[in-house]
């Protein structure tokens, strides 16, 4: 098993920055991929960035260029640095963290989630 706790949320103005970080623990040899979903009110839960086992990322198109996903494996941390933040960020934000079952990645574990939200 895995645990995740993910935390820095918080009110800030549009354009401003906030950093999230996510504190994992356990069995952390079986993670493969870790990421940083989000869910706002009313809409599906979606994958904003992703850190892969080699180390590449990739991001959601609607936060290209603005939010940053790394680690910090002497600290078990990921971090998502979050700049020039729009109201349309509002939402919770979960880290998650993947295994690999027969090649496939699968989002087994999840943090408690915490709250961005960003005033016009």
């Known amino acids: 098993q895995v645990q995740l706790v993910d935390s820095g949320g918080g009110l800030v103005q549009a354009g401003g920055s906030l950093r999230l970080s996510c504190v994992y623990s356990?069995?952390?040899?079986?993670?493969?991929?870790m990421g940083w979903y989000r869910q706002a009110p009313g809409k599906q839960r979606e994958l904003v960035a992703r850190?892969?086992?080699?180390?590449?990322?990739n991001y959601a198109d609607s936060v290209k260029g603005r939010f940053t996903i790394s680690r910090d494996n002497a600290k078990n941390t990921v971090y998502l640095q979050m700049n020039s933040l729009k109201p349309e960020d509002t939402a919770v934000y979960y880290c998650?963290?993947?295994?690999?079952?027969?090649?496939?990645?699968?989002?087994?574990?999840w943090g408690q989630g915490t709250q961005v939200t960003v005033s016009s």
């Open positions: 356990g069995n952390i040899f079986s993670i493969n991929d």
């Open positions: 998650a963290a993947s295994r690999l079952q027969r090649g496939v990645s699968i989002w087994d574990y």
């Open positions: 850190l892969i086992r080699g180390g590449s990322t």
